[in-house]
């Protein structure tokens, strides 16, 4: 009998943390109102044949993980870790590539959550089932970004706002009136880069690194607190607090300056999210001046538009 099943995931976005969660300090992020769908549907042939807008191959199963292309590689892993005898996996996906909004997060969680009910249809939907699915996918997503904190992908199972260290995690409530604001600089990027970028730093100029991190981790505990205070004017003077931590990495550029800029005029404060070096930045806002952010950006040629924070992964019935 042939099975299918439909899993949806979130992208997501870093309000405070990146990069230094990688060397342990804590993060805080949230999951996006947009994502991944993956759908697939079971065959027994030994291929994963992968439908998706970046590639469309057939991938052999029991052949070398290395042998299937970077993009396929992490949805070769899941089926490897799942025993999947074949299927048909179909990726459909409105987070923009390389932009650090989690589309490659999105896809190893949607793909791992609809492929394990097909190929492991035992495994009930409960939270033991979503540590699995945290653990192929954060596998998937290191089969070709080894570095990865696993940040992301904890964001997008769980979604909302969650504070995560070293592989832990705890949710946080977001303010109802909470909004961001997103633009997109339309320079992409490569993660494994940016980070391997900052490991150098931190090898080079361990003193400085260090003090940063110790900044960095302040700034998001302090973050925390005023997420439960909801105190939103509170949390955008910390995101450019953050920012000046991150100029000192050397992953910010002129483009991404000139939209922060733009931003702060309207919003409570902004700054990169995700990687640098392109990508998107984030503006904290609420229901009152989103709107005004976002046209300013706009006006300012800068792709913007307002995300709400969104629900954690899981089946679409
Ligand atoms: C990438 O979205 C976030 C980084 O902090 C890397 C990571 O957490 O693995 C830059």
Wanted: some cysteine.
């Amino acid at each position: 009998m042939t099975m299918s099943f439909a899993y949806a995931a979130p992208g997501k976005v870093i309000l405070f943390g990146e990069h230094f969660v990688v060397h342990g300090a804590r993060a805080v992020i949230c999951a996006m109102d947009q994502g991944v769908v993956a759908e697939s549907e079971t065959k027994t042939d030994g291929v994963l044949s992968v439908h998706s807008a970046l590639e469309s191959a057939d991938v052999y199963i029991n052949r070398p993980i290395q042998s299937t292309s970077r993009i396929l590689r992490p949805f070769h892993h899941i089926a490897r870790s799942l025993d999947c005898n074949g299927a048909t996996l179909r990726i459909r996906s409105d987070i923009p590539v390389g932009s650090g909004l989690g589309s490659s997060s999105a896809c190893c969680v949607a793909a791992a959550g609809s492929l394990t009910a097909i190929c492991m249809p035992d495994t009930g939907m409960n939270s033991t089932e979503s540590i699995s699915i945290m653990d192929v996918a954060l596998g998937a997503e290191r089969s070709v970004y080894p570095d990865s904190s696993g940040a992301d992908c904890a964001a997008c199972i769980h979604g909302g706002i969650i504070s995560y260290m070293r592989g832990s995690f705890k949710t946080e409530a977001p303010p109802d009136d909470m909004r961001l604001v997103i633009a997109d600089s339309g320079i992409r990027h490569d993660t494994s880069k940016m980070v391997g970028m900052v490991r150098e730093m931190a090898v080079t100029k361990p003193g400085i690194f260090s003090a940063l991190l110790a900044d960095a981790d302040t700034v998001s505990s302090k973050a925390i607190q005023l997420v439960s205070a909801c105190d939103i004017p509170g949390l955008g003077r910390l995101a450019s607090e953050n920012q000046r931590l991150l100029e000192r990495l050397g992953i910010s550029n002129d483009t991404l300056r000139q939209m922060i800029q733009v931003a702060d005029k309207h919003s409570y404060g902004s700054k990169i999210t995700g990687a640098g070096g392109g990508g998107c930045i984030v503006a904290i806002a609420d229901i009152y001046n989103a709107k005004a952010t976002v046209d300013a950006l706009t006006a300012g040629g800068y792709d913007a538009f307002e995300v709400r924070i969104g629900r954690g992964a899981g089946p679409i019935n």
